[in-house]
């Protein structure tokens, strides 16, 4: 599985950004996918997850009301629409997968830099 983010960017505090998560390869046995961030000197954090069939979100407290997880099963594409934008959710943004075996496959994007200005 290959990820590919895109969309990142400069938004003034307020604004809205929409990121883009293209998968490929062995995109049918994905079992879920979501979107971490790493701000600088912070560890990685999940901020929102979606079931392959989009029936089944969650979000982390801090985007809970702003951020929008979704996905496009036929394209293949993840989506997370981010209105409100504060200057704490400047990071770089990566997109991730999961195959549910019996050893769990992880797969990562490359990450995509948000920088929130004031």
């Known amino acids: 599985v290959q990820l590919v983010e895109s969309g990142g960017g400069l938004v003034q505090a307020g604004g809205s950004l929409r990121l883009s998560c293209a998968a490929s390869?062995?995109?049918?046995?994905?079992?879920?996918m979501g979107w971490y961030r790493q701000a600088p000197g912070k560890e990685r954090e999940r901020i929102a997850a979606?079931?392959?069939?989009?029936?089944?979100?969650n979000y982390a407290d801090s985007v809970q009301g702003r951020f929008t997880i979704s996905i496009d099963d036929a394209k293949n594409t993840m989506y997370l629409q981010m209105n409100s934008l504060k200057l704490e959710d400047t990071a770089v943004y990566f997109c991730?997968?999961?195959?549910?075996?019996?050893?769990?496959?992880?797969?990562w994007g490359q990450g995509t830099q948000v920088t929130v200005s004031s």
């Open positions: 991730h997968a999961v195959i549910v075996t019996a050893r769990p496959q992880e797969y």
């Open positions: 390869g062995n995109t049918f046995s994905i079992n879920a």
């Open positions: 979606i079931s392959k069939s989009g029936g089944i979100t």
